[in-house]
């Protein structure tokens, strides 16, 4: 397994780890959950029965094993990529460095040519990275400002007798006119798209780490190559 540190242009540091291994098992199983909600009460006469709603999860487990002999065992039902006994496959695992914790989010088949890295595929469990997109800095930003410019400027104008009680009624004005325009501007000014370009950061991280892996070596054949079908793989 190749561990990898890298830091991102947040300031934020992230472990990468990534592994490659031909298939030797590969299984698909599939369940589905029935759910149904509260029922809605219209009066005292009448109850309507809650909806029901079903729900089918596929899983996908595949065994590998490694070129050291080890044999490894992983889920791969939030990646695309479909893979079967025989096939080299890689995996990338990421998660921030603080954590000692990692989470698969891409894979690489190098039998197939096909690839999937998608941080987002972890979906709820990226919370768990806390990865910062600046929100708590903007929001000082605008309020200190917002509240200490109105108070210098009171301060610096107003006659000496009112000068402390107009700077600090100044200040809280501003500060509370300047959290609503943060609310409205600033969390529209592109956190969001901080956002995205984060996750598509660590995506590409985990992308080349994919395409760092060799294909393990495979032995040679004592097939004669003039009565061997020719083959061709992707790599």
């Keep these: ?136 800095r903007s929001f000082l930003t605008w309020t200190l400002t917002g509240a200490l410019l109105p108070g210098l400027i009171s301060f610096l104008t107003v006659p000496p007798k009112d000068r402390l009680v107009m700077a600090a009624m100044m200040s809280i004005v501003g500060a509370v006119v300047s959290f609503f325009c943060w609310l409205f501007f600033g969390m529209m000014g592109g956190f969001e798209g901080r956002a995205a370009a984060l996750t598509e950061e660590i995506s590409e991280l985990g992308l080349k780490a994919l395409k760092a892996e060799p294909a393990p070596r495979r032995e040679e054949s004592a097939v004669d190559p003039s009565t061997a079908p020719e083959m061709s793989s992707a790599a």
Excluded at 33 to 44: C, F, T
């Design 1 to 136: 397994m190749k561990v990898t540190e890298h830091k991102l242009d947040n300031g934020q540091s992230i472990r990468l780890q990534s592994l490659t291994g031909t298939v030797i098992s590969a299984s698909t199983s599939t369940t589905t959950s029935i759910h149904q909600s509260a029922p809605e009460v219209l009066n005292r006469y009448t109850v309507l029965p809650g909806q029901i709603h079903s729900r089918t999860h596929t899983k996908h487990s595949v065994w590998l094993r490694l070129e050291d002999g080890h044999e490894h065992s992983v889920d791969l039902d939030d990646l695309s990529l479909p893979v079967r006994e025989g096939h080299v496959v890689s995996l990338v695992y990421g998660g921030p460095t603080w954590s000692g914790t990692t989470w698969l989010f891409g894979a690489r088949n190098h039998t197939t040519g096909k690839v999937f890295c998608d941080v987002l595929c972890l979906k709820e469990v990226l919370r768990q990275w806390k990865m910062s997109i600046g929100i708590g």
